[in-house]
T-cell receptor, first 116, second 113 residues
Framework: GAGVSQSPRYKVAKRGQDVALRCDPI?????LFWYQQALGQGPEFLTY????????KSGLPSDRFFAERPEGSVSTLKIQRTQQEDSAVYLC??????????????FGSGTQLSVL | GDSVTQMEGPVTLSEEAFLTINCTYT??????LFWYVQYPGEGLQLLLK?????DKGSNKGFEATYRKETTSFHLEKGSVQVSDSAVYFC????????????FGDGTTLTVKP
């Protein structure tokens, strides 16, 4: 596609509810990242995929967070039993990796999650 | 671990004023450095980057020079416009770390006519 697409744009969940956030990266992009951005702060790394392989999940805050990218394109971030502290904007970014790791990231507009 | 520190905002300037947003970093090795910009209602997008010491990144009148001796990557623009109003994020990326990025907390810039 033309850019990184994330859905839904906004999600309101009751505490304890499970949510699934979707990311559709730019076609052909190898690397995919999930970031969490709290209000007034910069994005914080959650997890990284290279094609379908999840190579780094060190930023996932708890075992309630799970991410997958089964066919190396679309990715889903799932949060089980949501808590109020999970409220944040969840950003997805992809990178082509055609030449080097330090190519720029392309970001989606994010999903704003509010847990009540 | 890696970290990026940006000057705190918000910053409010009049049109055509000179802009500096300070950014310093802590990282092992030789990271690449980036400035991303986020306009209202949009996702982050790359503004400029520099991949080695003394490199200067530039785009849309913005500039930043990679200073290894001071571990800094300050963003500058000689004459800001109202359309430059946005949130600016400084970031670093290390190749030995899967290329994942570490971001500063962002600086909100408002330019008044």
């Amino acid at each position: 596609g033309a850019g990184v697409s994330q859905s839904p744009r906004y999600k309101v969940a009751k505490r304890g509810q499970d949510v699934a956030l979707r990311c559709d990266p730019i076609s052909g992009h190898v690397s995919l990242f999930w970031y969490q951005q709290a209000l007034g702060q910069g994005p914080e790394f959650l997890t990284y995929f290279q094609n379908e392989a999840q190579l780094d999940k060190s930023g996932l805050p708890s075992d309630r967070f799970f991410a997958e990218r089964p066919e190396g394109s679309v990715s889903t971030l799932k949060i089980q039993r949501t808590q109020q502290e999970d409220s944040a904007v969840y950003l997805c970014a992809s990178r082509a990796d055609r030449t080097a790791y330090n190519e720029k990231l392309f970001f989606g507009s994010g999903t704003q999650l509010s847990v009540l | 671990g890696d970290s990026v520190t940006q000057m705190e905002g918000p910053v409010t300037l009049s049109e055509e004023a000179f802009l500096t947003i300070n950014c310093t970093y802590t990282a092992t090795g030789y990271p690449s450095l980036f400035w991303y910009v986020q306009y209202p209602g949009e996702g982050l997008q790359l503004l400029l980057k520099a991949t080695k010491a003394d490199d200067k990144g530039s785009n849309k009148g913005f500039e930043a020079t990679y200073r290894k001796e001071t571990t800094s990557f300050h963003l500058e623009k000689g004459s800001v416009q109202v359309s430059d109003s946005a949130v600016y994020f400084c970031a670093l990326m290390r190749g030995t770390n899967a290329g994942k990025s570490t971001f500063g907390d962002g600086t909100t810039l408002t330019v008044k006519p």
